[in-house]
């Protein structure tokens, strides 16, 4: 399979933690990166202006804003506070002219699982009319069932197709990560769904490292964990996405490193791997 193109690279400022927001965009657009997608605390030190001044100066597509969601809660005045949080998740995606947002759905323990995937879907029915004024579109982002807990009872691309069926917007898609997908044995043709509903708003990368020491901050750069990268991009792009490529990694390990060379060694890894 064809080598990704730098053309296609986003890098996540989650992935460069350390980085402030400034040096991370001149950062990755010194490596040759196209595009960056926003963790939502990168905007709070600047504030949303100078945040977006940095960015349109940056040349970078932005890609998406990351993250809002969870929607279920106990109680209906904690739903609410939800929902307010997410209109202004996507005001500020707005803001920065970030086209998405990525949703990670939320759970609650006590919550049925059932009952949190209905608390869910009528969240993002709720936001559903805010977010097209904004012209911003919500990108369902399923976690791997080791966070289904707490962080989201959206725990396969099935359940986030589901979703995306029952509510029929052009606004509300999928955001496809690596991470917590690639075990699924209805992958393919989950993407192949999403793909004929053309509801692939987003594709995220790393590595799933083998033994995982950390569940939640220990993914691998590409190629060196078991995740079949290749494989999986040319089911995407079978399904007709084209878009950025995004690299997205939560690493102790990786943020103690001089995020310079960390950058580089992403960078050969992107193009050899994902």
Same mark, same amino acid.
């Given at each position: ?42 905007? &709070? ?15 970078? &597509? ?18 609410? &506070? ?50 097209? &004024? ?141």
């Amino acid at each position: 399979m064809a080598t990704a193109p730098l053309s296609r690279l986003c890098i996540h400022t989650i992935t460069t933690k350390p980085l402030a927001l400034p040096a991370a965009a001149k950062a990755y657009r010194d490596l040759g990166a196209a595009g960056i997608t926003v963790w939502r605390e990168s905007l &709070k030190p600047l504030g949303i202006k100078e945040s977006a001044r940095i960015l349109t100066d940056s040349g970078l &597509k932005v890609v998406s804003l990351c993250r809002t969601g969870f929607f279920p809660a106990i109680s209906e005045s904690d739903r609410q &506070k939800a929902l307010d949080d997410n209109r202004l998740a996507i005001d500020e995606a707005a803001a920065i002219c970030a086209p998405l947002v990525v949703l990670v759905c939320g759970a609650v323990p006590g919550i049925p699982l059932a009952e949190a995937r209905r608390q869910i879907t009528d969240g993002i029915a709720a936001i559903i009319p805010h977010a097209a &004024k904004a012209g911003v579109k919500l990108g369902i982002e399923p976690l791997h069932p080791m966070y289904a807990d707490s962080r989201s009872a959206i725990s396969t691309l099935s359940q986030a197709n589901d979703i995306i069926e029952e509510l029929r917007s052009p606004h509300v898609g999928v955001t496809i990560d690596v991470y917590h997908v690639w075990w699924d044995d209805q992958l393919e043709s989950q993407i192949a769904r999403a793909g004929r509903a053309r509801s692939i708003f987003s594709y995220h990368v790393c590595d799933w490292r083998s033994p995982t020491r950390d569940l939640l901050l220990d993914r691998g750069i590409m190629g060196e964990g078991c995740i079949p990268l290749r494989q999986i991009r040319s089911w995407i792009e079978n399904a007709g996405f084209d878009g950025m490529i995004e690299v997205e990694i939560f690493s102790n390990d990786f943020w103690q490193l001089d995020q310079l060379q960390f950058l580089k060694r992403l960078k050969s890894a992107y193009l050899e791997y994902a």
